[in-house]
């Protein structure tokens, strides 16, 4: 690839990056999708976000399973999800900034490697403890990964449709990796001889293809800051303040006095406090010092803000849509006794729905208004919440299951699709693997949060149901009857159409303009300009001319 595609956002940032030279100021050069590197290299970025995704979809499944072979009270069985998570959602912006500063595919073939490690020794693990610690390490590989990846995609493909279908693409890998993990987690753990550890090798061997993919294609790291000093303090401060904020986000409500336990509220004040430092520090860095701050805060008020709308509206849809998952996922093991090979089964629709809607994504978006697109992806997911509220467990799976399903999927992978891709037109060249770390950032704290809300809904709709019942519940709830369950599981999807409904108003107010975040395949790269300003973005012109930045993107004369 030429170094043309950089040009623009180095003249707009001098004071960090070094000058073009003379030779950047050419057309962009559009790379063929039907050409065997770009068609590598799309496989290898979707693959990435298979395993990662996977990850976590075959946990869930094999919980029992591990349980009882490592003897792990159901406490802590949790932990085994919750500190891959953990760790892939707190480093992602770290990681980001690394990739744009040291180069993405050094950071991901790092990542990687160090992915495929840990998860080898998931499968090697003999104690409950050691499982864990393998997971949360193994949590950190992919969180390299991912940002490197979105930095990649944004740098192989310039906006064109080249970029709409990669991203698409890369984000149908999502749906696809979250069901696949459940049936390939479920049927190892029934069929293979080693049970659930033969998931890991799996993953594991899944990884080095890979990596041999990314060592071959991926396009050689290009500088884009002769500056490489690294705010280790801000790193420090944001990391810290989001392991906190998560941990009481799974711990709050079964600590042993749930959200009035002294150490989750020392450490939520305490969380709070590292997040408000990092602003603050962000700021200072900005304002009094020669060291490159972490992230430069007018990122947020990229497109008039449009950004900052879009990490919203993903906040909240992602989190419905994971909550709608959760609970539907109870309600079909819990309530309806379903066997989890059976509840899978359920779920399965997910991932071809999941994978069409990206691959129609890349034509739609192209021709309809992203405003339009993501507004409806906010309505979708509400549908499902709202089939899920009103369910009769008396009906046939395709009456409220099927439709249910449907809708979910469809409507948060309109969201991820769209809002990646808008993520990579408003940020520059030098930003793009950053950009897409706080992109999943937020939507990994959207999902805990969410889950975390639904979850106190549940329980005290649940325990105020019970009462009425005239039943005393144990500690542990499990002498609810099922009247009280499904009570409690419709009022938490009542709370999930809540978050999509909020989101639907979030785009319909703040998404107005925003105009259309896909390119026809007959688009010439100079005609990109119109349509990128329409979009109330202040992505750069692709001409190899330093743009003209409007006053209220945050990027002009800097």
């Known amino acids: 690839m030429s170094s043309v595609e950089t040009s623009a956002a180095e003249k707009v940032s001098a004071s960090q990056t070094p000058s073009p030279t003379p030779s950047d100021k050419h057309d962009l050069v559009i790379p063929r999708l039907s050409s065997p590197t770009s068609l590598i290299l799309m496989a290898t970025t979707c693959f990435t976000m298979l395993i990662y995704i996977a990850s976590i979809g075959s ?38 900034r690394l990739a744009d500063i040291f180069g993405r595919k050094v950071v991901f073939v790092a990542g990687c490697t160090w992915f495929i490690a840990f998860t080898l020794g998931c499968g090697f693990s003999k104690t409950a403890l050691s499982l864990i610690i393998m997971r949360a390490l193994t949590g950190m590989g992919g969180a390299a990964m991912i940002p490197a990846c979105i930095g990649i995609l944004a740098h192989a493909f310039p906006p064109s449709y080249a970029r709409t279908v990669a991203f698409s693409m890369f984000q149908a890998a999502a749906p696809c990796g979250g069901v696949l993990g459940g049936v390939i987690g479920g049927i190892v753990t ?25 060592v071959i294609v991926f396009p050689k790291d290009h500088d884009f800051s002769e500056d490489k000093r690294v705010d280790w303090l801000g790193a420090f401060l944001i990391t810290a303040g989001l392991v906190l904020l998560l941990f009481c986000l799974g711990q709050g409500e079964i600590a042993p006095q749930e959200w009035n336990t002294p150490y989750i509220i020392a450490l939520l ?134 439709p249910a399903a449907f809708f979910d999927v469809l409507g948060a992978d309109i969201i991820m699709a769209g809002g990646s891709l808008y993520v990579s037109m408003v940020a520059l060249p030098h930003e793009q693997s950053l950009a897409g770390g706080v992109f999943n950032t937020i939507t990994q704290i959207g999902i805990s949060f969410a889950t975390t809300v639904s979850t106190i809904v549940y329980d005290r709709s649940m325990r105020s149901e019970s009462l009425r019942e005239g039943i005393v519940l144990n500690e542990s709830a499990t002498n609810a009857t099922p009247q009280a369950l499904l009570y409690g599981y419709r009022r938490a999807q009542w709370t ?53 930045l409007p006053a209220e993107t945050g990027l002009a004369g800097k």
């Open 269 to 402: 004040v305490l969380s709070g406090l590292l997040i408000v430092g990092f602003v603050a520090w962000e700021h200072y860095v900005e304002t009094h010092l020669t060291l490159p701050p972490l992230m430069k805060l007018d990122l947020f008020a990229r497109g008039k803000w449009k950004f900052s709308a879009v990490l919203l509206i993903s906040f909240l849809v992602n989190g419905a849509f994971s909550s709608w998952q959760y609970w539907a996922t109870l309600y079909y093991q819990n309530y309806q006794f379903l066997s989890p090979i059976m509840t899978v089964v359920r779920f399965l629709p997910m991932t071809i729905v999941g994978f069409s809607v990206n691959v129609i994504f890349a034509v739609v978006a192209a021709n309809v208004s992203g405003y339009v697109l993501i507004t409806f992806g906010c309505l979708g997911t509400g549908i499902a919440s709202i089939l899920f509220a009103l369910i009769d467990p008396d009906a046939i799976y395709w009456a409220f299951g099927f």
């Open 190 to 214: 029934q069929y293979a001889p080693i049970s659930w550890r033969a998931l890991f090798f799996v993953l594991a061997g899944v990884g080095g293809l890979v990596l041999i993919g990314a």
């Open 496 to 548: 999930n159409l809540a978050f999509a409904l909020l989101a639907a108003a979030v785009s319909a107010v703040l998404l107005r303009g925003i105009g259309r975040i896909g390119v026809k395949p007959e688009r010439k790269v100079k005609d990109l300009e119109a349509s990128q300003r329409e979009s109330g973005s202040d992505a750069l012109e692709l001409t190899g001319e330093a743009p003209a």
């Open 59 to 96: 946990m869930v499944i094999m919980l029992p399973t591990i349980g009882k072979d490592l003897v792990i009270n159901p406490a802590s069985l949790q932990w085994l999800v919750t500190a891959y998570a953990l760790t892939s959602g707190c480093f992602l912006l770290l990681f980001g």
